[in-house]
């Protein structure tokens, strides 16, 4: 892929960035060769980003050609907003009022050059200032009011403006960002490029490692240049077209905000945000699948610590849970009206409204997996031993999983098929996992998960490699349609 600097006088460049061309923002305008060029990168460095300059043209037509242009039209119209700057402030109010609490005064200008400051004491702040206003060379404007800091302002600078005595440190940085996007000469011509984001330090991914590996690999085959990313990447996201998450998602988490930047940068995205909004929260589920008639344990949302009416409606043992529970946390039987006080007043300490449900005890679950309304996998998980769930947490720290038994998709009894479709339905056409309970030839969905595991050697079981082939050509096809809406 081309790596292009775009500036407005080349002959004015003054860092040193091997790997790149730099050229003129007049040339890349008009230019046949950039104009016919294909699979480029464009890092616009203009003097400005306002309405209808060069520099502004720049990143629209790159858009427009089908380059990835570093800032893109929504990060240069996100820095002159006023509303983005106050949000963004509140957002990081915290890491501002720790980071600037030394400095002396009612102003401060910091500057960011590809997300780093000259002392190591800004580095956070003006990484995460970068991530949010994903301009080259930046500079931010804090004023204190009160005892307080907030953001003012913040604009993108032109080289010519980096002060003399800053110029080296620029250069190192630059060198620095462009060595982390320069790929050299591929071994093999790529169509697309796919991110994989995933959390090295996560305890229970939704992936393990090998799958990772199969997943590259299904990828690769279909000639993706493939990258594995964490939260770190977030301002890389535009170099993409791709977004696969493959790290447990919640909705108030860099996840959720990694997969709104992708998907309003025009990135294929599983899981997309909307599957996220509606699959991590139980109190949406709950009244979904009871909207649309979907079968599912007998299910109150309750506000306050309401024993007599769980007991009337539901009976115990129940189940609670916390709207954002996931793999089994959050989640609790209570065996008694006492037992349910205790573990009900202690949740509400952490949200507002939870679930209860009938307790259904069976051997096993059923996971389905669901991709683009059709069915992908099916998976028995048996209960932890002599335990209610498939996850048993003990005292002692450890964690501790029931057998499981992964089916052939053509011998998923017909009645958990047809739920599970009908439930992953309401949620969209992405990746899901629908796990349920089966007593009596009846199905009752549990959850719809946007972001089901994926292991190597257990929900691939019966596929193999073909899981993660069908995963990977779903995400081809989808870029490829929008690739043809946009032609």
């Not at 040193?16 to 990168?41: C, E, F, H, M, W």
């Not at 349910?340 to 949200?351: D, G, P, R, T």
Request: with cysteine; charged share 25%; proline share 5%.
């Amino acid at each position: 892929m081309h790596q292009l600097v775009v500036v407005n006088n080349p002959e004015n460049w003054l860092l040193d960035i091997p790997g790149v061309q730099v050229i003129s923002a007049k040339n890349y305008i008009t230019d046949p060769q950039y104009i016919a060029l294909r699979n480029a990168k464009v890092f616009n460095l203009s003097r400005s980003y306002r309405y209808q300059t060069l520099g502004y043209y720049v990143s629209l037509l790159a858009t427009a050609r089908g380059h990835k242009p570093f800032p893109n039209v929504l990060a240069i119209q996100d820095l002159k907003s006023k509303t983005i700057i106050r949000i963004v402030s509140d957002e990081l109010d915290v890491l501002i009022q720790k980071t600037l609490k030394p400095i002396q005064g009612h102003r401060f200008t910091l500057s960011i050059y590809f997300g780093k400051n000259l002392a190591k004491r800004y580095d956070k702040l003006s990484s995460r200032l970068f991530d949010h206003f994903q301009a080259p060379l930046l500079r931010a404007e804090f004023l204190r009011k009160e005892k307080e800091w907030f953001l003012k302002n913040i604009y993108p600078i032109a080289t010519s403006e980096i002060p003399g005595e800053h110029r080296s440190f620029v250069s190192e940085m630059a060198q620095e960002f462009f060595k982390k996007r320069y790929r050299g000469v591929p071994k093999k011509e790529t169509r697309y490029d796919l991110a994989i984001l995933i959390n090295p330090d996560e305890m229970m991914p939704p992936s393990n490692e090998k799958a990772i590996r199969r997943f590259i690999q299904a990828a690769e085959a279909l000639h993706f240049y493939t990258e594995l990313i964490t939260k770190d990447d977030a301002s890389r996201l535009n170099e993409f077209d791709a977004l696969f998450i493959r790290e447990t998602t919640h909705v108030n988490h860099h996840t959720y905000r990694m997969a709104r930047r992708a998907a309003a940068e025009g990135l294929i995205v599983i899981d997309d945000p909307e599957s996220i909004l509606k699959c991590t929260n139980k109190v949406y589920l709950a009244e979904l699948l009871n909207k649309h008639h979907i079968p599912a344990p007998d299910t109150l949302i309750i506000q306050s610590v309401q024993t007599d009416m769980v007991q009337e409606k539901l009976g115990f043992p129940c189940i609670l849970k916390q709207p954002d529970s996931s793999f089994s946390q959050g989640v609790v039987k209570a065996d008694s009206a006492t037992e349910f006080v205790q573990m009900a007043e202690h949740l509400f300490e952490k949200s507002e409204l939870l679930i209860v449900q009938r307790f259904i005890p069976t051997e096993f679950d059923w996971r389905v997996g669901i991709l683009n309304r059709h069915p992908l996998f099916a998976c028995k998980y048996f209960m932890a031993r002599q335990h209610w769930q498939i996850y048993e947490r003990p005292d002692d720290g450890k964690i501790y999983e029931g057998d499981s038994e992964t089916i052939p998709a053509d011998e998923i009894p017909s009645h958990v098929l047809d739920t599970a479709i009908k439930a992953a339905a309401l949620i969209g056409d992405g990746l899901y996992g629908v796990d349920l309970k089966e007593v009596n030839n009846q199905a009752y969905v549990i959850e719809v998960n946007d972001n089901p595991s994926i292991d190597s050697g257990l929900e691939d079981a019966v596929l193999k490699d073909e899981l993660y082939r069908k995963i990977m050509l779903e995400l081809l096809r989808r870029i490829e349609e929008k690739k043809k809406g946009t032609s």
